[in-house]
């Protein structure tokens, strides 16, 4: 049963537009969370965390929310640009820090001009 | 800059043969990993080794062994590849410092005819 879901296989949204992608938790243990952009034939990168002791991260144009007592995180990119098209992965981590990383399935994101 | 290296980007073998995949990070990095990656199942942890001749079982660890002689490289090895491995192959590493992200190579394509 997968500990991390990501339950939009994809999402394509207009340029200058917000992208929501949205990933929910089973394991009440995680503690940190992190978002990951892929892009084809590439490795993935990184791209925001938040700490369970927050709600709110942001850089630039990404914020990530987190919502502790429904077990969901979600990424905003705000405006969307082409460039952003790419799979993200949602990720979470538990507290022994570096071991057990779970990511989730991705989102496939199209942002279109 | 920080970098993950994968010795090969695209490789086909033949089912029973015995497959190497390297991979060098220059991060000084304690721990590293290797995940596959098919789709919609996301990153699947294989093995990952916290130090040197340390090794852990991941998640699907059945097919697959590591090597870990030197701080710097992390080996995946299949004994005997079956068309069932087919897959992208990610090797990441981590610090125990900053945001405390996983840092990925490219990336290897292993097609096993």
């Known amino acids: 049963d997968q500990q991390v879901k990501q339950n939009s296989p994809s999402l394509s949204v207009q340029e200058g537009r917000i992208s929501i992608l949205n990933c929910d938790y089973t394991n009440s243990m995680f503690d940190y969370f992190l978002w990951y952009k892929k892009y084809p034939a590439e490795g993935p990168t990184f791209l925001i965390s938040?700490?369970?002791?927050?709600d709110k991260n942001e850089d630039g144009r990404f914020t990530v929310f987190l919502n502790k007592s429904a077990k969901h995180l979600s990424l905003h990119i705000v405006p969307s640009q082409p460039g952003d098209s790419a799979v993200y992965f949602c990720a979470a981590d538990l507290y022994n820090y570096g071991q057990n990383f779970v990511f989730g399935p991705g989102t496939r994101l199209s942002v279109l001009p | 800059d920080v970098k993950v290296t994968q010795s090969s980007r695209y490789l086909v073998k033949r089912t029973g043969e015995k497959v190497f995949l390297e991979c060098v990070q220059d991060m000084d990095h304690e721990n590293m990993f290797w995940y596959r990656q098919d789709p919609g199942l996301g990153l699947r942890l294989i093995y990952f080794?916290?130090?040197?001749?340390?090794?852990e079982k991941g998640d699907i660890p059945e097919g697959y062994s590591v090597s870990r002689e030197k701080k710097e490289r992390f080996s995946l090895i299949l004994e005997s590849a079956s068309t069932n491995q087919t897959s992208m192959y990610l090797c990441a590493s981590r610090g125990t410092s900053g945001k405390g992200e996983l840092f990925f190579g490219e990336g290897s394509r292993l097609t096993v005819l």
């Open positions: 938040i700490s369970s002791i927050k």
């Open positions: 080794s916290y130090d040197v001749k340390m090794k």
